[in-house]
């Protein structure tokens, strides 16, 4: 289970979000804004007791709309699968759903790649790190060259394989390395 300082340490404040949600509210993708309700119900009746049937509403409302849309669209990121979250389930699933949900979102660790790309080829080689795309790039480079010919090779400040061997001003080889954030689903607007 996801506590609320895990789920909610960097939120806004309830007031700051509430605000938030009203200004942008027709701006966000459709999962950004059932989540982020979601976690403004639950944080916003974490003092209301059990018998105060309207703030246990407005949570279990909140999540089963955030789970309902999860299970149709494969977009959740926690362990707890939205098909275990169901009108039956108890509030503490619910409020626990809905926290594993937002820190995913609100991770700030977006998994990325390194992409190689050489010239005007279209597409680009993924790699795991710099140092595996920077290798294959030197070793696709020499393949490409003639070997009696050795190329003298350094990485620029841009991410470029330059050849020093070549002549002119400019010795780029046309072979790039560049880290790019991988796209998630939740990442994508959704038009319902």
Known sequence: MTDLVTAYG??????????????????LPLRERLLRRAALADRGTLDAPEADGKAQQSIRSAALKLAAHDQAHGTAAGPV???????DSPAAALRSYVRQEYAAWSSPAAPSVWLVTRAEDPGAIPCEDEATGRAYAETRYREDEDPADPAVLRWDDDGELVDETLPGSYQGTGWTVAETSVIRPTDLPNAE
């Open 10 to 27: 960097t939120a806004p404040g309830l007031y700051d979000e509430e605000q938030e949600l009203v200004r942008t509210m027709a701006q």
């Open 81 to 87: 699968a939205p098909t275990t979250i169901g009108t």
